[in-house]
């Protein structure tokens, strides 16, 4: 069996005095899409931002294609080929869409082309002209994930897609992702909407307090039911 594509040994990481993961494990591999469950303050952002060097103040072991990340500034870590989308979407107010989507350089080759974004994203290519602040939440998101494809990323790091978004656009999202594990993208996807994460991944990790709790594949949840409720309310 080959190496995961991106691999953490026993991360931890603080916020100034304040230590808030407490060894993280996580594996993923090529192609694969790993959701990380658990409630508010458990860690689950924090990971991520830790993972892609946001988070400076760490140790452990970071390694994504066979190199080791821990000790890489945060540019050259998405020159490796993870990209971050953050909850808080970071769209440019003034830009239009297709100026927001031109922002971030091509990082690696691979990335998707316009074209092919826009078939990915038809509400982007309706919207391509319009500021960052005429676009709905859900269309921000999208852009947000657009952004990241097109600078060749081989790994999406998402934190909630889903918050605040409606049913309707949460489910053009989970189509988006599942098009995208169909070319063989891999994802890491933070999220409290479980119902969500249950249709688009493939494996799941539960976080409890800065490490991981349980880690099992999408054929255990059934078996998973009552951990499930009784750590997330589900």
């Given at each position: ?33 790993v959701c990380i469950l658990g409630r508010n303050g458990m ?90 602040t005429k676009l709905s939440g859900g269309e921000q998101q ?57 249709k688009v991944a493939d494996r799941f990790y539960l976080m ?27």
């Amino acid at each position: 069996m080959s190496a995961p594509l991106l691999e953490v040994s026993e991360l931890h990481a603080w916020y100034g005095e304040s230590h808030v993961l407490h060894g993280v494990d996580l594996s993923v591999n090529e192609g694969e899409m790993v959701c990380i469950l658990g409630r508010n303050g458990m860690g689950k952002t924090t990971t991520l931002r830790t993972i892609m060097g946001i988070l400076r103040k760490r140790t452990g072991q970071i390694t994504f294609a066979g190199k080791d990340l821990i000790s890489v500034p945060l540019h050259k870590t998405a020159h490796a080929g993870l990209g971050f989308v953050p909850e808080e979407r970071g769209i440019f107010a003034s830009l239009s869409v297709e100026e927001n989507l031109m922002l971030p350089p091509k990082v690696a080759d691979g990335g998707m082309s316009v074209d092919e974004i826009f078939a990915l994203f038809p509400n982007l290519k309706e919207r391509r002209n319009s500021q960052g602040t005429k676009l709905s939440g859900g269309e921000q998101q999208m852009l947000a994930m657009a952004r990241i494809l097109r600078t060749g990323a081989r790994c999406l790091l998402l934190d909630e897609p889903t918050e605040g978004l409606a049913p309707v656009i949460i489910n053009a999202i989970g189509d988006v992702l599942r098009q995208l594990k169909q070319r063989g993208m891999t994802v890491v996807l933070v999220e409290q909407n479980f119902q969500f994460a249950a249709k688009v991944a493939d494996r799941f990790y539960l976080m409890d307090h800065g490490r991981m709790k349980v880690e099992f594949p999408v054929s255990d949840l059934p078996r998973q039911t009552g951990l499930l409720h009784r750590e997330l309310g589900v």
